[in-house]
């Protein structure tokens, strides 16, 4: 890390009352760090993404089918295994966001949507693109796309589209 400091005067008009604020202190720090983080027991969800497969939990004892995966059902606390979907789903409910995560590299509108995903028992919240907000409707069918690049974030491996 480096760091240097620096006293800056902004020059302005000769009326100027805050004259005496105008010497400015500015510190320009540089930072490299790395980050690490395991996705634990979910990991092979974030794993088969890679190779666009989308992949939730059912568990094994009531057989709920659960996105995004869960490592042991909340339900009946049994440890749940892995199913591969399809893929295809419905909109359930959609919110239009005016400002898209830090994470997200779009220059179209951000919607954030519930998906149910077709054999799931519960909804799964994601990005829908590549659809006009006054296009939306309860219901409407989708589709997983997957991603052919690395990006900033896991999560922009994949989003939903219409079908």
Not at 54 to 78: H, I
Request: proline share 6%; net charge negative.
């Amino acid at each position: 890390m480096t760091e240097q400091l620096r006293q800056q005067t902004i020059r302005t008009s000769v009326d100027d009352p805050f004259e005496a604020f105008r010497d400015i202190a500015l510190l320009e720090v540089h930072q490299q760090f790395s980050y690490r983080h395991s996705f634990g027991k979910v990991s092979k969800f974030f794993l088969e993404l890679a190779d666009s497969k989308l992949f939730a939990t059912r568990c094994t004892l009531c057989e709920r089918v659960y996105m995004p995966p869960r490592a042991v059902c909340p339900d009946d606390l049994s440890v749940t295994g892995w199913l591969e979907l399809s893929g295809h789903g419905a909109l359930e409910s959609w919110t239009l966001c005016p400002r898209a995560p830090a994470y997200a590299q779009t220059g179209e509108p951000y919607i954030l949507a519930y998906i149910r995903l077709d054999g799931t028992n519960s909804l799964f919240l994601h990005q829908l693109k590549h659809i006009s907000a006054d296009s939306l409707s309860y219901g409407l069918r989708v589709k997983t796309v997957f991603g052919t690049t690395m990006n900033q974030h896991p999560l922009e491996m994949m989003w939903f589209e219409p079908l």
